[in-house]
């Protein structure tokens, strides 16, 4: 395994996010050789961003870029043609590609790509109607550009596989639910598991005995109560669209709201197609709701610093601060309070200073005491956590980083041949 080269690929709702890295020891961390990202899909201008060593280049804007997939080719070209990364200018040189697939049904490890496990996905895209699909098509050009590569997912469920049956069943008929296999799964997994991993470590524990709640703020967001290093709750459900609202989604609703909203909810959607059968109401609550439709932007940036002049930007501002702080009470609770700190990360958590120390004033009661200063100078650019207050802190998360590690981790068993057949 040492000296091989892994790609990461992580295909958010909103972002492409490729990190490039070398193989160390089985033990070690694999060293990162370059990250490239690009956001904006859902705001455009899309933007481009690099950084490899010295070579940095931030918010370069890009035309032509409509979906993940375009965002992937782009980044493999920009990466092979980049005469300081001679690693990459050999194809055959990646050893692996992982990617970030979001709904991994039952699947509770990482899985090599073969023509089951892409099935398998395949037939999960209409529960993740916003990522799947696009993980998918990333996979087909990455086995088409790279063909030596042994393909490998890495699943958002599988951290929350240990949750407890009377947090992941629903109060529904229990025959159609297993029949159906309608439960609670859970997201951002990936993310979690990134988090719990520096978290622990900046605190000197280990991860089994460290309980906290974990906020990833992004472009879909969500909460998850971390009880010994194990997810006992978490805020998204069978689906991302549960939960807190995001960019373009609504989060918890009022399970009746979709049919007094439209009397054709259970109709096909427009943007319905062979692969992904998703209905009016999914199209409305996944793709027309959250911060587009209340504030005409899916960027949070935005709606943080207008809210003060901007009724619909302050409307959204609230409203996340509301519910992030309503899930953190209720975790708070099921960890009977016994908590080393609130973790903010993803693009909002990380970025979000507003957001955070809003959420900060309501969480005091509870002990978590922001300090305003801390949480303004707060940089994790430098440094993976930083403490901005009494128990609260900030963390980089990475969940590229996470799928490496399982790379490498689990090489030996991987490479024990399974075949990427003829997809
Ligand atoms: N300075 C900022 N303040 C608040 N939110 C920000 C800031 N910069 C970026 N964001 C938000 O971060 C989100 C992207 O988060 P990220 O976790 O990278 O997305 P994705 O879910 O696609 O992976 C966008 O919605 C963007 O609005
Ligand atoms: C699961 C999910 O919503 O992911 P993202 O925030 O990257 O869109
Ligand atoms: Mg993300």
Redesign the pocket.
Known sequence: MENKIILSI?A????V?VSVYKARSKSEDPQELAVVEI?G?T?PPTTFEYNRGPEKIKGKELSDIESQDDAFNYILKHLEEDEGLPELSDRDNTAYACHRVVHGGDYNTAKVLNEDTYEHIEKLSDLAPLHNASALAIIRSSRKAIPNTTNLAFFDTSFHSTLPASTRTYAISPTIASKNKLRKYGFHGLSYASILSSFSSHLNKAPSKTSFIAL?????ASACAIGNGQSIDTSMGLTPLGGLPG?TRSGDIDPSLVFHYTHSAGAPSRSATKDLHITQAEQILNKESG?KALAST?????I?ANREIDEGCRIAFDLFVDRVAGYVGAYFVKLEGKVDGLVFA???GE???D?RKEVGKKLRCMGFDLDEERNKHADVSKQRVVEIGKKVFVCRTDEQLEMARGCVQRSWEMDKGYQFLSI
């Not at 990833?216 to 879909?220: A, M, N, P, V, Y």
């Not at 899916?298 to 935005?302: L, Q, R, V």
């Open positions: 992580n958010g709702s909103s972002s996010k956001n899909l705001a990833h703020l992004g472009s879909g960019a911060w899916t960027d949070f940036g935005h943080s993803g693009g909002i970025k979000g200073i957001l």
